[in-house]
């Protein structure tokens, strides 16, 4: 994959230390899907996130690495701005997807969430029905109505996330009877019904054994035909098995950002080498 | 330095010997308690079972034309001193609705008045010795019996302890808690929802919320004072009736209801909540489809006790006039009415004998609908109850 230098807008970029790329421009090869600028974010009066740029491109998969702390999950919850709902965080910069700035006050965070989805650390299904955890969404934007559309759409998602086979006979049960790795994949055709363009996923196989593990990662995959997917691990090998691009954050800042390839077996950073190959974290 | 277990053993004597000793008192604090409670129960028991039995007369009632004007004159008088004075003013009021039966007569089963009751039962009495010589002669025969005592739960209050019973009462109780619940419940779990699931957590809510938990402990009579002045003398809502009683009873059910279902909702893990957030749910969404759901088994559990509280409840009603005597069972908001605990108040200030067996029969339907109460939260507790 052809590397270039990473454009240098950000100012905050010449105060690295290595001074290696931290920003990608690839866009001969793919298209952006969320760009971030000089994003910081505070919890009260600790900063957090420290002048992020990052590119997000389509249709792949960007895994977001990085010791305990370090800002990533963080981060994850600005592209959909879960981090609204906790009253001391304030946060500056540009978050830009389709041309819009999603901290615009004239952002509806509801239409936002819409186009990108999350699944968490933690598989959540609503305590209802197979059926209703992935009908839910969809009925409630108005994407169907009828039963029937309901049921194509609720098979489809079931399909994409390899669930379908396992629930079809149990569509009524109770989501929660399910093993954790089937609610996880549940909570995957949720986040995939409502057709979003971005997937945001927080350590989605950390409560997970490793059979469960590798289906999701396969399903990561698949769903990356059609959906542009940013996940947080702190697997290491998961992040070079699935990603496409690997964003290695460290004490709330991107220290390097390429792609996975590159950033496996000939990082630019001392730290992400150290990091990688297990000197701490 | 090492220890040798008997060593150690004998340190640990001590020690045992302490929890054993703790162990039994509070096995003896409980046992206390328990003790507390059976003597209670054994008394109201006791003294309120009676009140379900009823000593009824036989009488050859003879519908003449004195009895138009007086019911007593239809009777035998060496009888009609022994029947209820309640059945004997029905006499020409029965007669002016049905004039065939003039000149008529029959025999029938009526109340006998509560001295006979009172006797038979083996209590004090004002009978003379001839009316009880006379009592246990028509009781050898069988035409004085204690029969089941329908009246105590067909018949409002009255002013004859043979004949007073508790329905009114029963009536009023329900048509206060409805409107209780008509104003606690939804301004309750709204407001709880308001402070829980959306207000920003600053001075003002946390004054708010300290305020709700200082309204939970304050005297009733207070809020009684409160509806006299404010829903009676300002508003001008009806006096004595379940209308304004049940906005009083609302006012002290309120933090109630608050504090249960605020509690309710915060045991609803945010999982749930993000889960919500995150396929674009507005707040008011992922509170309506999916928290509020998750805490109902909690907000009901909690309401119904506040309601069980509210129904118990005598001082802010005495004081908004709900110890009215209610003799006609009318189901009304705005018509003066009583309730349960009231009733059973108005009856143990009774001079008579057989209002203390009354009083303690009202207790005993009080504390049953109110068992019946909790048992209900319970298993509504029990059978939403979900693990997530």
């Given amino acids: 994959m052809n590397m270039q230098v990473a454009e240098r807008e950000s100012n905050a970029m010449s105060s690295q230390q290595s001074g290696q790329p931290v920003t990608r421009n690839d866009s001969a090869n793919h298209e952006l899907s969320i760009r971030v600028r000089d994003l910081n974010l505070w919890y009260g009066q600790n900063q957090a996130l420290k002048n992020i740029s990052l590119d997000i491109f389509q249709k792949n998969v960007t895994a977001l690495i990085g010791p305990s702390g370090c800002g990533k999950s963080t981060f994850l919850r600005c592209l959909n701005r879960m981090n609204d709902l906790i009253p001391s965080v304030r946060t500056e910069g540009l978050v830009e997807m389709d041309g819009r700035d999603v901290n615009d006050a004239r952002m509806d965070e509801v239409a936002l969430r819409r186009r990108v989805g999350m699944v968490f650390q933690k598989p959540n299904p609503f305590p209802k029905s197979i059926f209703e955890n992935v009908a839910y969404a969809p009925r409630m934007h108005d994407l169907v109505s009828r039963k029937a559309e309901q049921e194509e759409l609720v098979e489809q998602a079931l399909r994409d996330a390899g669930l379908w086979n396992e629930v079809k006979d149990k569509l009524h049960q109770p989501g929660t009877s399910l093993s954790g790795g089937q609610q996880q994949r549940l909570c ?63 004490l709330g800042e991107v220290i390097e950002y390429n792609d996975t390839k590159t950033m496996f077996s000939n990082p630019h950073t001392k730290k992400a080498e150290d990091y990688i190959t297990g000197r701490y974290g | ?44 028991l006791n003294k309120g079972l009676p009140a379900f039995q009823q000593a009824y007369i036989q009488v050859e009632v003879d519908y003449n034309e004195d009895a138009t004007r007086m019911g007593r004159a239809a009777m035998d008088r060496e009888i009609s001193s022994l029947v209820s004075r309640s059945f004997e003013r029905l006499i020409p009021g029965m007669i002016r609705d049905n004039p065939d039966l003039l000149g008529t007569s029959e025999q029938r089963w009526v109340l006998a008045n509560s001295q006979v009751d009172q006797y038979l039962k083996g209590h004090r009495n004002k009978l003379s010795e001839e009316e009880r010589a006379r009592v246990d002669e028509l009781a050898e025969s069988g035409q004085v019996e204690l029969k089941f005592n329908t009246t105590f739960f067909t018949n409002g209050d009255s002013k004859m302890a043979e004949s007073a019973g508790i329905l009114a009462a029963v009536v009023g109780t329900v048509m206060t808690m409805l409107v209780t619940l008509a104003i606690a419940f939804p301004i309750g779990v709204m407001t709880a929802v308001y402070l829980e699931e959306f207000a920003p957590d600053n001075r003002l809510t946390q004054l708010i919320e300290i305020n709700i938990n200082n309204l939970a402990a304050i005297p009733s009579i207070l809020f009684g004072l409160l509806g006299l002045a404010i829903f009676i003398n300002f508003f001008g809502v009806p006096r004595s009736s379940p209308l304004v009683g049940g906005m009083t009873l609302a006012l002290m059910t309120l933090p109630v209801i608050i504090i249960a279902t605020r509690t309710a909702l915060r045991s609803v893990p945010d999982s749930i909540r993000h889960a919500a957030f995150g396929v674009g749910c507005s707040r008011w969404q992922a509170v309506r489809d999916h928290v509020l759901p998750l805490a109902m088994p909690g907000i009901m559990t909690g309401s119904i006790i506040g309601l069980a509280q509210a129904m118990g409840e005598t001082a802010p009603l005495i004081i908004v006039g709900m110890v009215a005597f209610i003799p006609d069972v009318g189901i009304s908001f705005t018509n003066a009415a009583t309730v349960m605990p009231a009733q059973v108040f108005t009856w143990a200030g009774e001079p008579e004998r057989a209002f203390v067996e009354k009083t303690a029969g009202g207790i005993l339907v009080l504390l049953s609908i109110l068992i019946a109460l909790n048992a209900t939260a319970v298993v509504l507790r029990k059978k939403f109850e979900r693990r997530w």
């Fill in chain 1, 188 to 250: 995957i055709a949720r986040a995939i019904a409502v057709k979003p363009d971005v997937i945001l996923m927080d350590e989605p196989t950390s409560a997970l054994d490793p059979i469960s593990t590798a289906t999701i990662e396969d399903l990561m995959d698949k769903l990356k035909k059609q959906f542009t997917i940013v996940t947080v691990t702190h697997n290491m090998q998961q992040a070079a098995r699935v990603a496409d691009y690997t964003a290695f954050f460290h």
């Fill in chain 2, 1 to 44: 330095m090492n220890h040798s277990f008997d060593e150690i053993s004998a340190q640990l004597k001590k020690r045992h010997r302490k929890s054993a000793r703790l162990k039994w008192i509070s096995m003896g604090a409980l046992g206390l308690a328990g003790l507390f409670l059976v003597l209670f129960f054994s008394d109201m």
